[in-house]
């Protein structure tokens, strides 16, 4: 096999693998959403409270916090 | 890190930036204007000797808009909305405050000497990629010094979610280092040998069809990660932000950068249809540089449906103007390439002045709008001052709308008569022109191209002379508008 | 779940984004690298005066309005000659293929244009070409070619990339200073086409105007 076919076919398997890999996240993206596990236009807020003491959407100390909770159980 | 009540962002760094964003600005469309004026009537090719032909200053234009111009203007605008969607002060960490203020000075010194070299010739020949090495050297420190703030601020952030134009900035930061160091690669001789010659010459890693490659993955991409991705990650915070509307679809916008990154890098050899690269790779170029509407398009109407049930603040603000402007130039610039990356189209477009045309819809309409939106967005935040002039702004918006459809319009038409010219034959099949009659033919359209570069400048000019006029004469504000930025 | 977890993580998502992206380059580009390096058996590497003459193509970069890349179209052989080939470019570093042809392909001028035309075309294009738009390259008369840094690439490309030079091209001085002389002999074999007197003394002194170098390379593009 020369050099060309590898090429080709490894472009070809690529292609398809990324491909699925962007369908698998659009499925996940809305299924997540409408299963109400979690809500991405949430995100949108970020830009608009954006002064230093806004509600934050997500509390990167409070998450922190929990997450050294859950290892020391 | 401690919250206390009287903690501000602070916005030192993104107002140096906005200065030299300004002022790079200035420069760059003064000597693409000089350019378009040249091809007019060469005789003002003599005016500064050597210094001053055609090809000497174009790459001193390229150069400075992009890596001037554009470049700091990413730069502002990251130490001005990075604080605010991280939640995060530069304030609050040191070490970050005076990095970024090293990266300024750095910066900025560093773009004189680059200028400087190219007005002495020295250039490593590649387009958008002439610095020579010893430069290429100095870029990478400065754009290692910005990768420590961005990811610094992304370490000490209190917001944890990014914000979807953190990710555009973080994949602008990534996708010019790797382009960057590795197009750039090259051996100085002056090393290579006992001291021989002059120690800025150096010779390219790559030859011939394999240049080609590398160059044109790079350029073309040098376009995405730096007229594409950060400006989309701009729009993406100013529009909302100004308009008080959240982005219409937050998942469509995550999309969109995933295929962004995925179907770009794939473009690049749209620039070596018909060349000696082999075919397929042309045909990848193709038949991507199609798929690429999709994204892109995907981006667009994203900011378009932002403003849904919102469209009378188009008319009653400036500066939504501006950006559903440069939305729309986005659109049709993404549309444009497409079309000229098919192949049959691409064997007349090629080598043409609708090449250029195509460029400068891309970046006046839509990168150079959405920096100056951008800017006089940050201006009365930064300073607590209102806008000095809302109908200056609505001036310049005209004049610099009218430039730009001036510019594309006369490119477009002279790119197809030369393209076509080049190939015309009679009936035995000889060929009907010769060059120079494919020459002289252009004339009137470079003379509307220098028409349309004055009109764009001076709009420039305005631009520059109202946020000047804001910084030292605008009506003091209280209190940080929350939206709409005010405006006398 | 794996997107949640790569969003909320800034370096591996920052790791995604760069495999993401350099995926098109090592497919397209690397596999080829081998091949689309080899040269035209024909193909012979510049000599260093004609590389001093390169090296002022790209100082002056004409590349602004000039191509060399002739594709496969009737339209463009019969305008410029036989259409461009991967292996006549494998010694050019940089490549100079252009992207914008405000002037004619310059691929193969040295097959219909002399000495003597490009020194009358360079100090003065209007007056060989009524309506040229080509800035005058006066400059070129009087300033003198880099020769020892054309010689400098010429040692590097052949111990970095095999290029084939002869064996007396060495990294020493006093191998340039061996090797100057047929410099310059080349460069008053130029000389002798031209009519500028200035030229031609600067050449017996043992100098190269840099428009010598640059007709010396614009004559080797064939
Ligand atoms: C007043 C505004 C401007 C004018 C009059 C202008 C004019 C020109 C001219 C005459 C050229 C050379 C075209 C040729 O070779 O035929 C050029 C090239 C270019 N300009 Fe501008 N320019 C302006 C602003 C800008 C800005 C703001 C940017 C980017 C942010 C930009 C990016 C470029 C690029 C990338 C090229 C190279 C195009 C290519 O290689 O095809 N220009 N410009």
Redesign the interface.
Known sequence: MDIQNIQGYGMFFLTIFLTVILYWYILYLYRSEKKGERDFEKYGRIALDDNIDSPLVEDKIASERDNTKEQNK | ?Q?N?A???DYTVAKLFTYVTILFGFLGMLVGTILAL??AF?EL??LI??YG????L??IHTNTVIFGFTVSGVFATWYY?AQ??L???MAESRFLMIMGKVHFWVYFIGALIATITLVF???????YAQYEWWVDIVIVIIWIMWGVNI?GM??I?????????I?YY??CF??IA?LYL?NNMS?P??F???????IH?S??M??????????W?YGH?AVAFGFTVPIVGMI??FL??ES?Q??Y???LS??SF??L??V???A??H??L?????D??QT?GSAFSIVLILPSWGSAINMLLTMKGEWNQLAENPLIKFMVIASTFYMLSTIEGPIQAIKSVN?IA???DW??GHVHDGVLGWVVFMIMASLFHMTPRMFKREIYSKKLMGIQFWMQTTAVVLYFTSMWIAGITQGMM????DEY???VYS??DT??VLHPYYVIRGVSGVLYTAGFILFAFNIYKTITAGRKLTE?PQ?RTPMA | MFFHWLEKNPFYFALMISVVISFAGLLEIVPNFAQAARPLSTEKPKTVLELAGKNLYVKDNCIACHSQMIRPFKSETDRYGKYSLSGEYAYDRPFLWGSKRTGPDLHRVGNYRTTDWHENHMRDPKAMVPGSIMPAYKHMFTNVADIESAYAEAVTVKNAFFTPYGPEFKRTRAAWEAHRPKVIADAKKIADDMKDEDVKKAVANGEVPEIVAMIAYLNSLK
């Open positions: 890190m919250s009540a903690l501000e962002y040249q091809l060469p090719n003599y000797g050597e032909t055609f090809s000497r174009r790459p909305f605010r969607v939640k995060v002060s010739g020295i250039s490593a020949g590649k387009e990811f992304i370490g952030r209190r917001e944890k979610a990014l914000y979807v134009s990710w973080l994949a990534l996708g790797m590795f051996i001789t002056y290579a040998t006992e001291g021989l010659g002059s010459h010779v390219s790559y030859s011939g069809t394999n240049d080609a490659l590398v160059q993955w991409n993406y915070y909302p932000k008080g959240a982005i679809s937050y998942k995550l999309l995933w295929g990154m995925f770009y890098l794939w690049g050899s620039h070596l018909w060349s000696t690269v082999p397929w790779m990848m064997a090629h080598f043409t090449i250029p080049w190939r015309a034959v099949g000889n060929l060059f120079i020459v002289t940080e939206f």
